[in-house]
């Protein structure tokens, strides 16, 4: 029983933070929201320069082969600096269904040596989103349907853009035809592996969602300490203090929930799913409180424009109802927790080696 | 107490339902924080004002119709249930025309009422300053009496409609090294004069919902003063009681959201049976919005009997904003993955309002006195707890 | 449309108030605690000189025939001042059957004077309630059996005793036989009156439950005030304040809706059922956050058997179930609010004209 | 990260199992506020040191087993999943005695210790006074050196398991005009001592939780102060971090409630069908209980590789002390009219331990240190914002 991290997962994620603190400051993400496309190729450049793009490639495909484990710290950071890229689905997802799929060799050659150099985007549809993310600078997209996966290039799709309140969200209402050529994963291991999409879809947001639920708070604590009121700063007020700490309460404990979720992922450990949407339930909601609480500390600043702060919140906003909305999360998690045969109680937290059957999901 | 409408309500209910059915535009207005729609909201202020329905308490030669308080929530529960716009003269007609009332001389009175009773002159407020946000006695714009002008120079902001508006209204500071809420006066003053300039400052949706009014030197006729040299305060507590309470956000308007949010739900079944507390939440919205009528209807009898606001509008500014975020949490849960989409989004299939309403919601615990604010006014002077 | 008492009836709820503050003082209440009964034979004579032992009786017999709303203005003074007594049970819920119960006129001229002068206790068993109050010392038992009204004296029926959190209730499982010589009203019009005791019931716990809240307040409120911490009144800290400025403002929002159901109740409107129950939820609400935060200011005292605040906190959390529980209310009004005929919206609040069908509950 | 129990500690896990099923009483014990129910759990306690139990990580020497913090977690788990008893001696245990390790003399420590851990002495916490109650620094009880004793003279309040135990510790003013945190010395008495008087306290349930002790020129030897005279506030803060931080209350308590919960919803199926939002409050609590759970073991195992406990025992101490009220009014609302009913009803029909429980939870956000106090510490020492 270890739970920490070790030292090389620590100084990957320390060296993540820096890099993102200098490429991705708020002014730069408003300039890329500015562009049609919300991207921008020197960023994935960089990104891909740090490894990120490679980090769940096979080493075999001249990737770096790291786990679900290392991507949680990943995805904490890329959500504190509200990163506007498909690295999660591109390098996390597209990778995850290609390692995978029983498809063929050579189309993991084609695709995966192409995704760790950062020389490809592979946009993912989950049926659970009602629109896919990326869809218009993919050169792949992997979209579901009937638990099969199947592959097609932007030529192939008819794309509409939807603008969301994120403005650093690319979305697209995906219209295709399946066939037969496009197919490239059957049903049956299909089901299996859009489920772990979903898992790691989850588990990608609700890290995404934490470092978000930071960001604010951090936002808020600099805004209080500097902004006075009454002669004293807005941060001496107790309520101000009591509205921060409570954020930084739920942060405190959504952590740990998180981090076991993605080694319980990681194993394969049967419970993932239960843990995987306690994970995100409970990072939406320190999110969403994060988001309140740093609106109101802000003051009228909170609610412009121009204060920093609208970015990460909007974002927060958007990412808390992907891959699964609460009311998702919360049926899954109180299907374990109220069913006759839920082992709950004392001793069964990390009861990865029992087998319990995981409950299904029709999608579509 | 009589809780049943007399014959004279039931009427003036139906005549003004009659009249809101002809004239309340089909097509939604646009937002009246782009000039278009600030044109628009401004044109529909006229109409409303020729059957004086732009300020129904007001006496009839204002512009108004002279009903009492009861007839004014009766004719804003008919307004809020057809649907009609906006009211972009809300500051001048909710906020300033009360303090007017009360404290403006009859030249003033029928100067300014009648213009803003057509939407003539749209007003905007202009109480925050840089350093002064919920703390109203930091103020530091002055004014300084060079005749029969004032001489004013400061900056204001956070003002609401300031982009598009005709006049303002605020504090300045006329007493020279006066503190506090002492040597304070209020002006009302046109933001076409010299000297003025404004920069808008766009809010969560992007768009300019207020302003930063700069003021360089500039000159404003000692008639334009409201009240006493020095008594601004006091007349501006006046306006900040009638904000938070009575009139700043109409019963009906959340009567007509959570009945929005009773069809929405309605509208998807399956998102109240894959999770029930929304019927929870819809039935809290539902009792909150009954209990915020309630009680206004309470406080418009009392003051009907010659009653006074209290400490209790700081409970009306909690409790309103904080259903109001409430309900639109609700919706925004409803709607699940699609909530995140912009009104004009193709797949936001006609929803988009909710998103706009919960972003002006967040707002709600913040303006005219964040509710940080009115909770120490309810402990202080409510509860009378110290200081 | 006039939202205001009369002067009469705010001078009325002035002399009880004067009345309850002089004889009901937490001394005298922890005294009745102690004895067997829970019940001051003194306390009733004076209740009685006040008149409230006649208020609903009719003149005929003797009382003074008010109506629900001079009630509500009562209850919520009994309720500040957590009066042990089952003064509601007699005068207010049994005077109700007794005077709408198509009855003999004999039966009601042997028990409305007795009621009026405060020479009688009558217990009323609602099927809502799993046990009944006072029984044991009631000169007579209204009980429900199958929507008909029993009439009992206590030595036909077998009592006993369950001791409540709140020890100035008195209540005891009731078992008797009902036969035709019990029964004094067939379930036809029964029904109606035990809907109509239920909803009064649940109207006198909403008052008292408000008053309650109030009580809780300003003993946070002194208590704040007056014990000091790190050099100050802890009244003076912002968290406290703000815990306390909370409960002021559920108060005030419950208080019109407590006022509005009894005016419903009083006139018949359609609704009432609706709006009696929002009254319940909305003061079990107040008072239970009243309860909380008041106890957290009292700091360690709040949760002493000495502190006052405890005999006020006890009746909060046991009145909040009686009458109908929230989860029993909640289901009322959602049951209006969610159903497809549901006249929401604004202009609704006081369609008392408008005929609407009550959704009936099945008791028992 | 390895999530996977070890073979030893899997095999630590069914022997501790093994043995509580053959020795937790099949009877509850009467409550320990009682003089026999005091008595019945202080020989429950010398059971349980009959193998190391009682305190598990202790050194075996001192009456324990000399586990890490990992394996207590396992013990705890295993001890309330059988239901086993509370633990009259938690104060010394869990709060004093790592206090004792890191300051005491090798001769405290086995002077005190092993009687500990059998049971022989149980312990009171002396930590408020009547004027201090989260302000701990305002304590004006006074210890003057006489010799090779100190003279004690005060008062302490709210002192927990003090009606019935044998020792206390607390601190006491040692210089005289000293102020706050400044010359305090950390003393242990027995209670028995002449000079002192105690009074019970009566919590809500009616029994005696805690006590007032009133020291009159009490004559305490010098060897039973802990450290040095002067130094009381640092090791008082460092028991303080442990009784807000990870031993004060173990994770498995709550598990164990959120088991019981989700069992009572179970067994009250018209409930969760009359209200399906209960099925969210268990669900949450049961969420609650196992966040509460992942960060105390994340928190054991940094400390395991050398880590300090900081602010977050300050949020550790909000959390869980919400979660436990929430929990309780959860199975409030589940037992809804019978809710009221003690224990000893008749019609309770054995559901009154969850009024036990939410009278008890009702403490939680008040004791060692209220909640407001804890965030204060997050804001200040966690978040960095002014005093």
Redesign the interface.
């Known amino acids: 029983m270890d739970f920490t991290f070790d030292d090389q997962q620590l100084a990957f994620r320390d060296a993540i933070r820096k890099f993102l603190m200098v490429e991705a400051a708020p002014e730069m993400l408003r300039e890329v929201w500015e562009t049609h496309s919300g991207r921008s190729a020197e960023l994935r450049g960089k990104l891909a320069d740090q490894g990120l793009t490679a980090l769940s490639v096979p080493e075999e495909f001249g990737g770096i082969g790291q786990t679900d484990l290392d991507w949680i710290l990943v995805h904490q950071e890329l959500g504190y600096y509200a990163i506007p890229d498909s690295l999660t689905d591109t390098a996390y997802l597209a990778v995850y269904l290609l390692n995978n799929m029983p498809c063929d060799l050579a189309f993991k050659r084609q695709w995966l040596p192409r995704i760790a150099e950062g020389r490809a985007r592979v946009a993912v549809g989950h049926p659970?989103?009602?629109?896919v993310s990326d869809a218009e600078m993919a050169d792949l997209l992997l979209l579901w349907h009937d638990d099969e996966v199947h592959a097609l290039t932007r030529e192939q799709v008819k794309l509409?853009a939807?603008?969301?309140?994120?403005m650093s969200?690319r979305?697209f209402?995906v219209e295709w035809t399946p066939s037969r050529d496009t197919r490239v994963c059957p049903a049956s291991p299909g089901r299996e592996l859009w489920d772990g999409v979903l898992n790691r879809g989850a588990l990608a947001l609700s890290a995404q969602l934490l470092g978000l639920t930071h960001r604010m708070l951090d936002l808020g604590v600099d805004h209080a300490a500097q902004r006075?009121?009454?002669?004293k700063p807005v941060g001496s007020?107790q309520?101000?203090k009591h509205h921060l700490a409570d954020v930084a309460v739920k942060a405190e404990f959504a952590e740990p929930v998180i981090h076991r979720a993605a080694y319980a992922v990681a194993n394969e450990w049967p419970q993932r799913a239960t843990f995987v949407s306690q994970a995100k339930l409970m990072a939406g909601e320190a999110a969403r409180l994060s988001a309140?609480h740093s609106?109101?500390v802000h003051?009228?600043m909170?609610?412009?424009?121009?204060a920093d702060l609208?970015m990460f919140v909007?974002r927060a906003?958007?990412l808390d109802?992907?891959y699964g909305?609460?009311?998702?999360h919360?049926?899954r998690v109180a299907g374990q927790v109220l069913g006759v045969d839920a082992r709950l109680g004392p001793g069964e937290s990390f009861a990865g080696g029992i087998e319990r059957p995981m409950k299904g999901i029709q999608y579509g | 107490?009589?809780?049943?409408?007399?014959d004279k309500?039931n009427r003036f209910?139906a005549e003004v339902r009659e009249w809101l059915r002809e004239h309340v535009p089909r097509e939604p207005l646009k937002s009246f924080d782009t000039e278009e729609g600030f044109a628009q909201h401004r044109a529909w202020e006229r109409t409303l004002s020729t059957a004086g329905y732009s300020a129904v308490t007001w006496p009839k030669d204002m512009g108004g119709r002279g009903t009492d308080l009861?007839e004014w929530l009766?004719f804003?529960?008919?307004y809020?249930?057809a649907g009609a716009p906006l009211r972009v003269n809300q500051n001048g007609i909710f906020l300033l025309a009360p303090t007017l009332m009360e404290y403006g001389t009859e030249i003033q009175k029928r100067m300014i009422l009648p213009r803003m009773a057509t939407g003539e002159d749209v007003w905007a407020q202009a109480w925050?300053e840089p350093?002064a946000?919920?703390?109203m006695a930091?103020i530091r714009s002055k004014a300084v009496r060079d005749g029969d002008h004032y001489v004013i120079t400061g900056q204001k902001?956070?003002s609401t409609r300031a982009v598009f508006a005709d006049w303002a209204f605020g504090l300045f500071r006329t007493e020279e090294g006066s503190q506090r809420h002492h040597g304070l006066t209020f002006i009302l003053f046109p933001l076409n004069l010299p000297g003025i300039t404004r920069r808008p400052?766009?809010?969560?949706n992007?768009l300019p919902g207020f302003a930063e009014i700069f003021m360089d030197d500039v000159r404003v006729p000692v008639a334009y003063r409201l009240g006493e040299e020095g008594a601004g305060w006091n007349i501006a507590m006046a306006t900040a009681g009638f904000e938070r309470g009575l009139m700043l956000r109409s019963?009906?308007r959340f009567?007509?959201t959570?009945?929005l949010l009773?069809e929405l739900?309605?509208r998807h079944p399956d998102?109240a049976a894959?999770?029930?507390?929304?019927?929870?939440a819809?039935?809290q919205a539902?009792?909150?919005a009954?209990?915020?009528?309630?009680?206004t209807?309470?406080t418009?009898?009392?003051l009907a009997?010659g009653g006074h606001i209290g400490a209790?509008a700081s409970?009306n500014k909690?409790?309103w904003s904080e259903l109001d975020?409430q309900m639109h949490e609700t919706a925004?849960?409803i709607l699940?993955?699609?909530?995140?989409?912009?009104p004009?989004?193709?797949?936001?299939a006609g929803t988009g309002q909710w998103?706009d309403g919960f972003?002006f919601a967040?707002?709600g615990?913040?303006?005219a006195g964040?509710?940080?604010i009115?909770?120490?006014i309810?402990?202080?002077r409510?509860?009378?707890?110290?200081?």
Chains 1, 3 share one sequence.
Do not use: H
Not at chain 2, 1 to 6: A, F, P, Q
């Open positions: 659970l989103n009602p629109l509409t939807n603008a969301s309140i994120d969200r979305l209402r006075k009121q009454f002669g007020f309520a101000v309140r609106i109101q003051g009228a909170g609610y412009t424009w121009e609208q909007k906003w958007a109802s992907a909305d609460s009311i998702f919360k049926q | 107490m009589r809780l049943e409408y007399t309500q209910r009861v009766i804003e529960e008919e809020w249930s925050s350093g946000g919920s703390d930091a902001t956070w400052i766009r809010q969560l992007g019963p009906a009567q007509q959570a009945r009773a739900l309605r998102r894959a999770d029930p507390s929304l019927c929870d819809v039935t539902w009792m909150g009954e209990a915020y009528t309630l009680a209807y309470r418009a009898c009392r009997k209790e409970t909690i409790f975020l925004m849960r699940g993955a699609r909530g995140e989409l912009m004009e989004a193709p797949d936001a998103l972003l967040q707002a615990p913040i303006y964040t509710n940080e009115q909770r120490n309810i402990a202080e409510m509860l009378g707890l110290p200081r």
